[in-house]
């Protein structure tokens, strides 16, 4: 009978709990503010949509077609949130204009501004023309330099080692 009453508190409890969970942001009130708060604006059409259990969320792939506020690539991944935190969810085969940080990957939310193309003119009003996105081989320069260094540092390294193991490959008695 105990067990019964404590298995009603737990699920009431729960209820309480994830209902605290829902989101509560506060979307900007103007689009001067959702261009100050984003790292990055872009327009791009969603072409993958997939769940990203690791962050707890959802991924978005889009082909991007104009920019602002940053030059990107043709291709971008937007990580969200589950919706009941404020995540924003955007349909595979709709073109928006979408608000993102960038900490540790790009990021959006509910709060941030993001709207489907169409019901984007104020915005794209104050945004102006845009920018189109650079080609990936233009925008993977640093990543190339990146990776040759890694690779000339790996190289270094292992001579280094190499010709301190035939230093010392003598015997330990040589000088008795």
Not at 12 to 33: E, M, R, T, W, Y
Request: aromatic share 12%.
């Amino acid at each position: 009978m105990r067990v019964k009453y404590v298995f009603i508190l737990f699920l009431l409890q729960l209820g309480l709990f994830s209902s605290s969970l829902a989101c509560d942001c506060q979307s900007p009130q103007n689009v001067d503010q959702m261009i100050e708060n984003a790292d990055i604006i872009f327009e791009g059409k969603v072409s993958f949509v997939n769940t990203n259990w690791m962050a707890g969320g959802w991924k978005f792939s889009f082909e991007v077609n104009r920019t602002w506020k940053r030059t990107t690539t043709k291709h971008l991944i937007i990580n969200t949130k589950w919706e009941k935190e404020c995540g924003y969810i955007f349909e595979e085969g709709k073109t928006y204009l979408v608000y993102a940080n960038k900490s540790f990957g790009l990021k959006t939310a509910q709060c941030m501004g993001n709207k489907e193309i169409g019901d984007a003119n104020e915005d794209l009003k104050m945004l102006g023309e845009g920018l189109a996105p650079v080609n990936e081989a233009q925008g993977s320069g640093m990543a190339l330099t990146l990776i040759l260094l890694t690779l000339a540092s790996m190289i270094i390294l292992g001579f280094v080692v190499l010709r301190k193991k035939k230093g010392s490959g003598g015997s330990r008695f040589e000088g008795y």
